[in-house]
């Protein structure tokens, strides 16, 4: 069945009034199906994606960043376009939490990527000049975003997005164990 659908039957869910609205892949599916979905099909997906999330550890370069911004006095935020719940659990699960002082998500008044609100919101809440921010991504909304809040975006590809167009970001390299943060600093000052 291939057929298309307008935009005002397209599925969005979000706060009625004053929110953003974002997409809603079940309940477009019911829509596109004719009929509800049963949430057990919901609830396997969801802990399917908890085992796969699980089997991957932090990236390379992640601890050592997270560690020289510690001693640099730099605080660390995070522009997902997840919701913020989640990226605090996983966040937890690594044992990483308290290592950000706050996480933006696509929550309430927040899109998703390559809406870059998220990014402009983090640089906010953490009293940051954006022109002076360095964002780390590894998709090509995610850059898109960063670079239209303004920050030094490092692409780092990973196995499913390594194909794609990372040529808006301002440097792109294989990992952050590769870069150190305080060379990556010193890139961001001579664009300044």
Same mark, same amino acid.
């Given at each position: 069945?291939?057929?298309?659908?307008?935009? %005002?039957?397209? @599925?969005?869910?979000?706060?009625? %009034?004053? &929110?953003?609205? !974002?997409?809603?892949?079940?309940?477009?599916?019911? =829509?596109?199906?004719? +009929?509800? =979905?049963?949430?057990?099909?919901?609830?396997?997906? +969801?802990?399917?994606?908890?085992? *796969?999330?699980?089997?991957?550890?932090? +990236?390379?370069? *992640?601890?050592?960043?997270?560690?020289?911004?510690?001693?640099?006095?730099?605080?660390? &935020?995070?522009?997902? %376009?997840?919701?913020?719940? %989640? @990226?605090?659990? #996983?966040?937890? !699960?690594?044992?990483?939490?308290?290592?950000?002082?706050?996480? @933006?998500?696509?929550?309430?008044? *927040?899109? $998703?990527?390559?809406?870059? *609100?998220?990014?402009?919101?983090?640089?906010?809440?953490?009293?940051?000049?954006?022109?002076?921010?360095?964002?780390?991504?590894?998709?090509? #909304?995610?850059? $898109?975003?960063?670079?239209? $809040?303004? =920050?030094? @975006?490092?692409? !780092?590809? #990973?196995?499913?997005?390594?194909?794609?167009?990372?040529?808006?970001?301002?440097?792109?390299?294989?990992?952050?164990?590769?870069?150190?943060?305080?060379?990556?600093?010193?890139?961001?000052? =001579?664009?300044?």
């Amino acid at each position: 069945m291939n057929r298309e659908y307008p935009p %005002s039957q397209r @599925v969005l869910q979000g706060p009625v %009034s004053g &929110g953003v609205n !974002t997409f809603a892949p079940q309940a477009e599916l019911e =829509l596109r199906v004719g +009929r509800a =979905l049963d949430p057990a099909v919901n609830d396997r997906r +969801r802990r399917r994606r908890d085992e *796969i999330r699980a089997q991957y550890g932090v +990236r390379p370069g *992640i601890m050592e960043w997270l560690s020289e911004a510690k001693e640099l006095g730099i605080p660390v &935020g995070i522009a997902s %376009s997840s919701p913020v719940g %989640s @990226v605090q659990r #996983h966040l937890l !699960t690594l044992g990483l939490r308290d290592d950000f002082s706050c996480i @933006v998500g696509r929550d309430g008044e *927040i899109p $998703a990527k390559p809406s870059p *609100i998220s990014y402009r919101t983090v640089c906010q809440r953490l009293d940051a000049d954006p022109s002076c921010s360095v964002a780390v991504e590894d998709s090509p #909304h995610g850059v $898109a975003a960063a670079v239209s $809040a303004g =920050l030094f @975006v490092v692409a !780092t590809p #990973h196995g499913l997005t390594s194909n794609l167009d990372f040529s808006d970001a301002s440097l792109v390299a294989p990992s952050l164990g590769d870069l150190s943060l305080s060379n990556v600093l010193a890139k961001v000052a =001579l664009r300044l």
